[in-house]
């Protein structure tokens, strides 16, 4: 019995690794360290709520956050489909997960997770659709529709230059906004005009995705802002939209709209400093040089989005 025992352990060993690296895959798949611009509106919709006074239906709070998540890893993983299929993602090129040039998972494995996910996140939301009916479901609608086509046909939109646009709405007043009526039932101006900050940041993500990846994304015949911009005023748009999020809190503050404690985010302006620099740096002909932008930018989304979250609910 002990020598069964003993040569069954290496086998577990093997599946519980095998089944480990897989998981890994399927992390980098959905681009875990993008997720958190999902999350930061939906808690920013949450404190909002919290200190609205209203009643709030904090069961719920669960459910929106996770389709959040669930939308975002879809939207990314259906985004690494199409990016794989057009000749936008290569095995040299940044800014997808690469699990597809790198053949970890196939694009049929891919897309069938994206769709399973877009999936869940629309089974999820059809419990807070009982309770909070037709607004939800117009906002669940557009940012399940924004997701899928923003990279899938026949639209594609994130191809012909709208993805800023529509990443600035989706995950910045929208993702507020629904988190708040789902919390407490209500809309309200408040959530929109309070999402401002974070829209900027959370767009100024993909903008340095997309300054980066100039040079690449010509190759391969794909229009984004900062192609039709060029670099050096690409770069200058980065630079605005993070002296604008920093902006709208002053004036946000000013307008009463938010508590002078949220002026504590000023506290990330090295960072954004930092950003700033490397932007103005780049170099089509170099893109290595600016090849975790991106990465630095969701991290700065992060920090000031946690900053200003804390700032409203303690204030």
Known sequence: MGRKEKQEKPCVQLVNKLMFIKFKIWLQAARVFSLTAAVIPVCLGAALAFKSGLNCAWFLFPLVLICSLLLQAATNLVSDYYDYINNVDKDY????SKVIAQKLLTPKQVLFAGFISFALCAALALIMLYYRGLPLLIIGLIGILGGLFYSAKPIGYKYFALGDFAVFILMGP?????????????????PILA??????????????????????????????LAILLGRPLAAYYYCFLLIAAYASILLLVYLQILSPWTSLVFLTAPLALRNIKLALASRV?????????????????????????????FS
Do not use: E
């Not at 090129?93 to 997808?96: A, R």
């Not at 507020?176 to 408040?190: A, D, P």
């Not at 829209?199 to 100039?214: C, E, G, M, P, S």
């Not at 932008?293 to 920090?303: C, F, G, K, P, R």
């Open 285 to 313: 002909d170099d893109p290595q040089k600016i090849a975790t932008l991106d990465i630095l930018t969701a991290q700065l989304h992060l920090t000031f989005g946690l900053i200003l979250i804390i700032a409203m609910v």
């Open 195 to 224: 999402s401002a900050p974070v829209a900027f940041l959370v767009t100024a993500i993909l903008a340095a995705n997309n300054l980066r990846d100039i040079k690449h994304d010509s190759d391969a015949h794909v229009k984004t």
């Open 93 to 96: 090129t940044f800014g997808s």
């Open 174 to 190: 929208l993702m507020v906004l629904g988190s708040f009526l789902v919390i407490t039932g209500k809309l309200s101006l408040t």
